[in-house]
């Protein structure tokens, strides 16, 4: 069975770190974009970073730019999100998902969406 599995998620201080990892079962990440996501309370879902399926491509959305770094291990078939300098408004339940990831592109995401990990931020 082909499916996204988000881990890492917890409660954090504001200003500190959390690294979200997407791992998949059924198929090699390796060979396709994977975008990260989140969606806040009462907001819709917004993508916030993806890579591309060669690691040509790597965006983020200017509210996480210089503070988070999706990066691969294909030696683990994961996805990571570092979330650094994190803030109250980075609360959300994030989500990972084969994704659109172009160049100056929006993140879209595509399939095999996870049932996402909740990030507090909060003192």
């Known amino acids: 069975q082909v499916q996204l599995v988000e881990s890492g998620g917890g409660l954090v201080q504001p200003g500190g770190s959390l690294r979200l990892s997407c791992s998949a079962s059924g198929f090699t990440l390796d060979y396709y974009a994977i975008g990260w996501f989140r969606q806040a309370p009462g907001k819709e879902r917004e993508g916030i970073s993806c890579i591309s399926s060669s690691d040509s491509t790597i965006n983020y959305v200017d509210s996480v730019k210089g503070r988070f770094t999706i990066s691969r291990d294909n030696a683990k078939n994961t996805v990571d999100l570092q979330m650094n300098d994190l803030k109250p408004e980075d609360t959300a339940v994030y989500y990972c998902?084969?994704?659109?990831?172009?160049?100056?592109?929006?993140?879209?995401?595509?399939?095999?969406w996870g049932k996402g990990t909740l990030v507090t931020v909060s003192s």
């Open positions: 998902a084969v994704s659109l990831c172009g160049p100056g592109e929006p993140i879209v995401g595509m399939d095999y």
